[in-house]
């Protein structure tokens, strides 16, 4: 069974960084994607950032100011968030494909506000 669980979020002033960590109970490079979704307020669920065979893509947003990287050895997936904004506000939540199939964790929050 795959599992993936989210820490690292809270409030944050605007400006400040944050990093967010997905503990994976496997390593992340035996996935075929993993990535990080966030949901506003409000909002759909949206693909902030992802990583593939070494290979990452950002949504516009973010671009320039997050940053997803992996730790094999600690089966960790991270994603530094720089600079952060207001609408950056969410529940973010890790995501991977293992052999065809999308596993989900439960989400952390972030809020940044004055």
């Known amino acids: 069974q795959v599992q993936l669980v989210e820490s690292g979020g809270g409030l944050v002033q605007p400006g400040r960084s944050l990093r967010l960590s997905c503990a994976a109970s496997?390593?992340?490079?035996?996935?075929?994607?993993m990535g990080w979704y966030r949901q506003a307020p409000g909002k759909e669920r949206e693909l902030v950032a992802w990583?593939?065979?070494?290979?990452?893509k950002y949504t516009e947003s973010v671009k320039g100011r997050f940053t997803i990287f992996r730790d094999n050895a600690k089966t960790t997936v991270y994603l530094q968030m720089n600079s952060l904004k207001p609408e950056d506000t969410g529940v973010y939540y890790c995501n991977g494909n293992y052999l065809g199939v999308e596993y989900w964790g439960k989400g952390t929050l972030v809020t940044v506000s004055s």
């Open positions: 496997r390593s992340p490079s035996s996935f075929d994607v």
């Open positions: 990583l593939r065979n070494g290979w990452t």
